[in-house]
């Protein structure tokens, strides 16, 4: 296995785009939020959940409760409900609908004081209307006993989930009772903190960035370059990035959009030390990718040096990825990452 220091320059470089980026655009100091004018409409808290839809939910759950050692917070029919640390962040892992590939199907925000009404009040007002199916600009509210899960299409299609801060999947009015956890059968070999951040691909990443800004009131955390920041959730460190859309290099043809889609989403763990990580995943399984550039394929780990022209660390802020059975990509960082620059990546504006 090559180790971080053997890294090539020319393998560093390879994830780096080429873009001038002011040293000054750059965020420096402790996390916290730069927010916008006004009032937030909705206030969320935090990054509550990701759901998977895997082709094989046994052995996706056999996956993460193997080299994650996750509890299972609450089932729901065919859905499994994996902890992520203390909770009530979690992992939701359910079949993939017919004539549709694994993915990242959704992401759910938690929100303070979530009132059913208010909130879809709050989304008829920035133009995403009630409706009996979740599309774009599109809000569904599905029942589960006296549990309401609500979930709204963005202007890209993204499905978004909105729930109280404290919603664990379970049952009672706010879905925040789960009295049933099961433990783990197995250890795991990497004990998860939280939920960090997701990665959304957007074919016009200014307006996603602009209607959750608008939606939610999301500060700015960091930069990854002079047009991507990332969105701040909650107090802490969480964020949300979109990315994509942007104008092709000089002289080059437009290329043809990409679709969007929640590309990866990140977790924390204490004291991140890439060569260990990827030593442990190793163990587990997994395998460097096939090749520094081009598809990833299932069971897979790669380390990119996210460069300063990019918000990282002059020497590059290491950032690790696997993929699961399914090939679904997901990250791991240090508990302090905010997507900024320094070794960890957790100096931020």
């Keep these: 296995?090559?180790?971080?220091?053997?890294?090539?320059?020319?393998?560093?470089?390879?994830?780096?785009?080429?873009?001038?980026?002011?040293?000054?655009?750059?965020?420096?100091?402790?996390?916290?939020?730069?927010?916008?004018?006004?009032?937030?409409?909705?206030?969320?808290?935090?990054?509550?959940?990701?759901?998977?839809?895997?082709?094989?939910?046994?052995?996706?759950?056999?996956?993460?409760?193997?080299?994650?050692?996750?509890?299972?917070?609450?089932?729901?029919?065919?859905?499994?409900?994996?902890?992520?640390?203390?909770?009530?962040?979690?992992?939701?892992?359910?079949?993939?609908?017919?004539?549709?590939?694994?993915?990242?199907?959704?992401?759910?925000?938690?929100?303070?004081?979530?009132?059913?009404?208010?909130?879809?009040?709050?989304?008829?007002?920035?133009?995403?209307?009630?409706?009996?199916?979740?599309?774009?600009?599109?809000?569904?509210?599905?029942?589960?006993?006296?549990?309401?899960?609500?979930?709204?299409?963005?202007?890209?299609?993204?499905?978004?989930?909105?729930?109280?801060?404290?919603?664990?999947?379970?049952?009672?009015?706010?879905?925040?009772?789960?009295?049933?956890?099961?433990?783990?059968?197995?250890?795991?070999?990497?004990?998860?903190?939280?939920?960090?951040h997701l990665t959304i691909f957007s074919p016009d990443s200014a307006r996603a960035n602009k209607f959750y800004q608008d939606l939610f009131g999301f500060g700015i955390r960091s930069y990854q370059g002079p047009t991507a920041p990332t969105l701040a959730v909650g107090p802490t460190v969480e964020f949300l990035m979109f990315t994509g859309g942007g104008a092709p290099a000089r002289g080059a043809a437009p290329a043809a959009p990409r679709p969007a889609s929640i590309n990866h989403g990140c977790m924390t763990i204490d004291t991140f030390k890439p060569d260990e990580v990827l030593k442990t995943l190793e163990t587990f399984g997994l395998k460097p990718r096939e090749t520094a550039q081009g598809p990833v394929g299932p069971m897979r780990h790669y380390v990119t040096m996210r460069m300063e022209n990019r918000g990282g660390a002059p020497e590059g802020t290491p950032e690790l990825y696997f993929t699961d059975p399914d090939g679904i990509l997901m990250q791991l960082q240090d508990t302090s990452y905010c997507g900024g620059s320094g070794f960890l990546g957790n100096s931020c504006r």
């Design 1 to 196: 296995m090559r180790t971080m220091a053997g890294l090539t320059r020319r393998q560093m470089l390879l994830s780096v785009p080429t873009v001038a980026f002011a040293r000054q655009a750059l965020a420096v100091g402790s996390p916290s939020i730069s927010q916008p004018g006004g009032a937030a409409p909705i206030r969320v808290r935090a990054i509550n959940h990701l759901g998977l839809a895997v082709s094989d939910p046994k052995r996706s759950v056999d996956f993460y409760q193997g080299l994650f050692g996750m509890p299972i917070q609450a089932r729901v029919e065919s859905t499994t409900i994996l902890r992520i640390g203390a909770g009530p962040q979690f992992i939701s892992i359910a079949p993939v609908a017919a004539n549709t590939s694994p993915s990242i199907n959704h992401f759910c925000l938690g929100v303070e004081g979530f009132g059913l009404d208010r909130v879809l009040a709050a989304l008829a007002a920035h133009g995403v209307a009630k409706s009996e199916t979740v599309g774009p600009m599109k809000a569904s509210v599905t029942m589960r006993g006296d549990a309401a899960d609500l979930l709204f299409g963005d202007p890209d299609g993204i499905v978004c989930q909105l729930q109280a801060a404290d919603y664990c999947g379970g049952s009672g009015p706010l879905g925040n009772v789960c009295k049933n956890v099961e433990r783990s059968t197995k250890k795991g070999l990497i004990a998860l903190r939280d939920l960090n």
